[in-house]
């Protein structure tokens, strides 16, 4: 089965022969994959009245456990975004009622971000609904196929993940 890649490396190979373009043949579909997701996401989260971010957020939240809360700085952490962000993010979220604020009883001066019953509810029902898309997208990969495959892109994304800052 011919894809929209074996198309564009054929063209390269006919084009630019001195070049090896055989890159393009691993990293182009996984950034066709990419924009794929990205879409199947904002339609699972928008089934629930949810943005991107909101279910970053909320699922950060959700995957602490009881009590599901956490502090600004853990939560930076986690979603990768930068202080006032999620100052922000924050604010949103609680004047949605899916999280308050709380304060720290390890630190006079510190928060804990919790999620409410309705945050918790919301973040349930977007991760089934992202995980039937993400099913979708796998489509007639077999089990042991997808387990390659995780862990050919674990192999590749792993040196990423573990630099520093």
Same mark, same amino acid.
């Given at each position: ?36 997701? =990205?879409?199947?996401? &904002?339609?699972?989260? $928008?089934?629930?009245? +949810?943005?991107?971010? !909101?279910?970053?957020? %909320?699922?950060? #939240? ?55 019953? =309705?945050?918790?509810? &919301?973040?349930?029902? $977007?991760?089934?609904? +992202?995980?039937?898309? !993400?099913?979708?997208? %796998?489509?007639? #990969? ?24």
């Amino acid at each position: 089965m011919e894809d929209e890649v074996d198309r564009l490396v054929a063209a390269w190979r006919r084009e630019r022969p001195d070049l090896d373009v055989e890159p393009l043949e691993v990293l182009s579909r996984v950034s066709r994959l990419a924009r794929h997701l =990205d879409r199947a996401r &904002r339609l699972a989260f $928008a089934e629930v009245g +949810l943005e991107p971010w !909101e279910f970053d957020v %909320l699922t950060s #939240l959700r995957r602490t456990g009881e009590p599901y809360q956490l502090s600004p700085g853990q939560l930076l952490t986690q979603t990768l975004v930068t202080s006032g962000t999620m100052t922000n993010r924050i604010d949103r979220l609680a004047k949605k009622g899916f999280v308050e604020r709380l304060p720290d009883p390890t630190d006079r001066r510190g928060v804990l971000v919790r999620l409410t019953p =309705d945050g918790r509810d &919301r973040a349930d029902r $977007a991760l089934a609904a +992202l995980l039937d898309q !993400e099913r979708s997208i %796998l489509g007639d #990969l077999t089990a042991p196929q997808r387990a390659e495959l995780a862990a050919l892109l674990r192999n590749l994304t792993a040196p990423f993940d573990n630099l520093p800052g």
